[in-house]
Structure formats: C-alpha cells, structure tokens
C-alpha cells in the first residue's frame, strides 16, 4: 500500500476557493488511480474526482467548479475548488485506488471543509 498524507482544509465563505492537497509515499505511486471522495455528517461518502479518465472523473455536483490534477514527479494530487457552496462542507479524502490489486487500497486521513457566512 501507500500512505497518503493531506492538508489544505479550512473554513470559507461561499463562493471562496480552498486547494487541497495529498502527498502519497510508498512503491509504485505512479500507477495509481488517485481521487479525492467526501462525506458530511450523516450521509454516505461519495466520490468527488478522480484520475480515472485523460480529463478526469467528476461528481455532477462538481463538475465546473471543482478541478483534479497531479504531480507524478512529487507524488501529490490536488484538488482545486472554486465556487464553493454551503453543500461542498465536508471531511474530505484523498483515495489512492491500486488497478488490479483492491487490497493495496488506501485512504488519507481526511481534512475538513467548511462553507459558510
């Protein structure tokens, strides 16, 4: 597996921008899918983007706001939101997703969003 260490969260107004970032150690970083999931107090987590695809993965609920990108040379993944709502509040984590090995998944510790006035 791989270790998956975050930072970036805080507290935003609506309509502010924060830029969280995850930095992955471990053997093989590279070949990873790596994604960003979310979860608010009594609901499922769910996914938010990921790097699945050329132009990447993202929620509908995202999808213009949000943007994933990724070092591969620092081994670090971002996720740059703008546009932020009150409904973006949530623990955010950093998810490294092995191809054909789903027991070398791993998952960051998780780091806070809060949107609001």
């Known amino acids: 597996q791989v270790q998956l260490v975050e930072s970036g969260g805080g507290l935003v107004q609506p309509g502010g921008s924060l830029n969280l970032s995850c930095t992955a150690s471990?053997?093989?970083?590279?070949?990873?899918?790596m994604g960003w999931y979310r979860q608010a107090p009594g609901k499922q987590r769910e996914l938010v983007a990921n790097?699945?695809?050329?132009?990447?993965n993202y929620a509908d609920s995202v999808k213009g706001r949000f943007t994933i990108s990724r070092d591969y040379i620092k081994n670090t993944v971002f996720l740059q939101m703008d546009a932020l709502k009150p409904e973006d509040t949530a623990t955010y984590y950093c998810?490294?997703?092995?191809?054909?090995?789903?027991?070398?998944?791993?998952w960051g510790q998780g780091a806070q969003v809060t949107v609001s006035s």
């Open positions: 790097t699945g695809s050329s132009s990447g």
């Open positions: 998810h490294a997703d092995h191809p054909y090995l789903p027991a070398k998944e791993s």
């Open positions: 471990g053997r093989n970083v590279r070949i990873y899918i």
